[in-house]
């Protein structure tokens, strides 16, 4: 039986033309800063963006890391939300390695930071008792908060406060396109306030492995030596860097279909009694790719549904999900590239199927 794998979209296999690209590449030792695929990708993601410079990494977490260690030393500070990525799933890098202080301002439903509460929590220059605050942390689109796309008025208004304040921008832009395509307003007009932006290269646009930071000249440069520090000098990386370029000329403007399909499943949960799904609702921005659903408490008392049973019995149907969070009521699901509308289909089948326990 073939699985309708909808954990997340960084499970799709690389396509047999992403395959020949990648075998094809031309390549060479990318820590002499010779390997002209790499070069390639880097400026034309840096194009992308709008900003002067790129560099591959090799995960999305390698990227803000980097970007994090670039902007902040020992005993700064940076705003991160409470449900970021960085925060939550990280490992705490910046801290472990970098001696990073974070302060976390409490996400709201839509991805963002309340910017009054961000002006207020930056640290005055001038006391010797508190850490210097350098960097605001923003991800978009935000991944726990449903895959919400932060708005270019909402970003425009951060980017405000935070040269008002003297803080660098950050943006997790992991799936940074999906809020370009779903917003239908260009990746550089979502990241002209950002001094870095990260974007994944193995989310959304199925390529096996990468991401690109990307910021000025200076930055990368800077970003360039921590990348070193923390082991992410790769050598003929063009090889990986070729399936990233594939990805730009041919998976971007389908992130339309995941879309779609993402919306159609939600409104498909929806439809069952005792599970609900903010991605269902009509959203002051845009919706993309991710799915979650709630599972009623009503429906855990009576009939024993909660994530962990659900997850087994849609496993059982050959579709696989997976519970988020620590009530054992949530899960997500994700489309991407390995997932048709007919697939949606039969995985709303199974889930009905699924909730009835027959
Ligand atoms: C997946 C993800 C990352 C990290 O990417 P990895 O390649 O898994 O390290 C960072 N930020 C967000 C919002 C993500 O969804």
């Known amino acids: 039986m073939r699985l309708i794998d909808l954990r997340s979209d960084t499970v799709t296999q ?4 992403m395959r020949r690209a990648m075998a094809s590449a031309v390549v060479g030792d990318d820590v002499f800063g010779e390997d002209p695929t790499v070069r390639q990708l880097e ?11 790129g560099l ?27 449900l970021a990525h960085t925060f939550l799933y990280e490992v705490g890098g910046s801290a472990a390695l970098g001696g990073i202080h974070s302060c976390v301002l409490p996400n709201q439903d839509d991805g963002t930071l309340d910017l009054a509460a961000v002006a207020a929590a930056v640290r005055s220059r001038d006391d010797i008792h508190v850490p210097r605050t350098k960097l605001l942390c923003l991800e978009n689109t ?29 943006i997790d832009g992991a799936r940074l396109l999906n809020a370009s395509r779903a917003l239908g307003v260009s990746p550089a007009d979502l ?17 096996p492995v990468g991401s690109v930071l990307c910021g000025s000249r200076q930055f990368v440069r800077a ?20 399936a990233g370029l594939y990805a730009l000329d041919h998976h ?15 409104e498909g949960v929806a439809a069952i009694p005792g599970l609900s799904s903010p991605q269902s609702q009509p959203s002051p921005t845009a919706w993309t790719n991710l799915v979650y659903l709630a599972i009623a408490p009503a429906l855990a008392g009576e009939r024993s549904v909660n994530a962990e049973v659900l997850s087994d019995r849609l496993r059982q149907r050959g579709v696989l999900a997976l519970p988020v969070g620590k009530d054992n009521l949530h899960m997500r699901l994700v489309t991407h590239l390995d997932v048709t509308s007919s697939d949606i289909d039969v995985a709303l089948d199974a889930l009905r199927s699924a909730v009835r326990g027959t």
């Not at 995960?59 to 939300?81: C, K, P, Q, Y």
């Not at 971007?252 to 939600?266: P, S, Y």
Request: glycine share 14%.
């Open 56 to 82: 591959f990494v090799a995960s999305g977490t390698m990227a803000n890391l980097v970007a994090l260690l670039t902007h902040a030393g020992r005993g700064d500070e940076v705003i991160v939300g409470s």
């Open 191 to 207: 990241t002209r306030v950002a001094d870095s932006v990260s974007v994944c290269l193995s989310k959304g646009l199925g390529a």
């Open 223 to 242: 970003a360039l030596r921590w990348r070193k520090t923390v082991g992410g000098g790769m050598r003929q990386a063009g090889i990986l860097a070729a």
């Open 142 to 170: 935000h991944n726990r908060c449903g895959g919400a796309c932060l708005s270019t008025e909402y970003l425009d208004a951060a980017g405000a406060v935070a040269r008002d304040k003297g803080l660098a921008v950050h």
């Open 252 to 266: 971007v403007e389908r992130l339309d279909e995941d879309h779609r399909n993402a919306k159609g499943l939600a």
């Open 14 to 17: 690389p396509t047999d033309g």
């Open 43 to 53: 400026e034309r993601m840096a194009d992308l963006v709008g900003k002067e410079a």
